[in-house]
Antibody, heavy 119, light 110 residues
C-alpha cells in the first residue's frame, strides 16, 4: 500500500534552516509528482511547491529563494528545505502525492511534521 | 494569489444536507475544472473527497458531491453523519501554475 512517512518534529531558531524528509513506499517513486504544503497553527493550508517525476521543481513566488525540494531515488525519499526561518514559519509541513501527471490534486499525504521556530 | 473564500462554519443535524461554497476568481476556480476538496478531522492529515470539481475517489461515500458555477465551487454533504464533522478545504489550480487553497470551513454535526 502507498505510504508517505515524514521525519519527526523540529525546533529551530530564527534564521536557521530546516530539512524535512518524506520517505515513500508502495509505488514507483519516479513516476509521480510530489507536493509540499504547510499549515500554521489554527490556520488553513498553503501550497509550497512541487517536485516533478524527473526531479525538476517549481515554487510559488512567496517561497522563491527560501525553499528547496530535492529527492533521492535510491531511497524513494523527497526532501524539503526551508531557510531563513522566522516565527511565521511555525507550522505543520506535509508532503502529498499527485496521483498521476496532470491530475491537479493530492491523493496520499504524509502524517505531517511540526516545525517550531522560536528563539 | 489570495486564498479562496469559504464560510468559516456550517452546521446541520444528522441526515440533513449542508453545502460549503468556495469562491475564487476567473484566474483560478473560474478558469479550470481543477477544483478539489479535502476533509481534515482534528489532528490528522487532509484526505481528498472530490477532484476535478465533481469526481469522487474510490472509497468516498456518494453522500459527498461537488459542483461549480462561474467562480464558485461547492461541496454538498447529503445525509450528514457524525463522522463528517471536520474541517473542509477547497483547492484550485491557477493561471499562474500554482495551487491555492480555501480559507477552510468547520462542519459541525448538531
Amino acid at each position: 500500500q502507498v505510504q508517505l512517512v515524514q521525519s519527526g518534529a523540529e525546533v529551530k531558531k530564527p534564521g536557521a534552516s530546516v530539512k524535512i524528509s518524506c520517505k515513500t513506499s508502495g509505488y514507483t517513486f519516479t513516476n509521480y509528482y510530489m507536493h509540499w504544503m504547510r499549515q500554521a497553527p489554527g490556520q488553513g493550508l498553503e501550497w509550497m511547491g512541487i517536485i516533478y517525476s524527473g526531479g525538476g521543481t517549481s515554487y510559488p513566488q512567496n517561497f522563491q529563494g527560501r525553499v528547496t525540494m530535492t529527492r533521492d531515488t535510491s531511497t524513494s525519499t523527497v526532501y524539503m528545505e526551508l531557510s531563513s526561518l522566522r516565527s511565521e514559519d511555525t507550522a505543520i509541513y506535509y508532503c502529498a502525492r499527485e496521483p498521476h501527471s496532470g491530475a491537479y490534486y493530492f491523493d496520499y499525504w504524509g502524517q505531517g511534521t511540526l516545525v517550531t521556530v522560536s528563539s | 494569489q489570495s486564498a479562496l473564500n469559504q464560510p468559516p462554519s456550517v452546521s446541520g443535524s444528522p441526515g440533513q444536507s449542508v453545502t460549503i461554497s468556495c469562491t475564487g476568481t476567473s484566474s483560478d476556480v473560474g478558469s479550470y475544472n481543477r477544483v478539489s476538496w479535502y476533509q481534515q478531522p482534528p489532528g490528522t492529515a487532509p484526505k481528498v473527497m472530490i477532484y476535478d470539481v465533481s469526481n469522487r475517489p474510490s472509497g468516498v461515500p456518494d453522500r459527498f458531491s461537488g459542483s461549480k458555477s462561474g467562480n464558485t465551487a461547492s461541496l454538498t454533504i447529503s445525509g450528514l453523519q457524525a463522522e463528517d464533522e471536520a474541517d473542509y478545504y477547497c483547492c484550485s489550480y491557477t493561471s499562474t501554475s500554482i495551487y491555492v487553497f480555501g480559507t477552510g470551513t468547520k462542519v459541525t454535526v448538531l
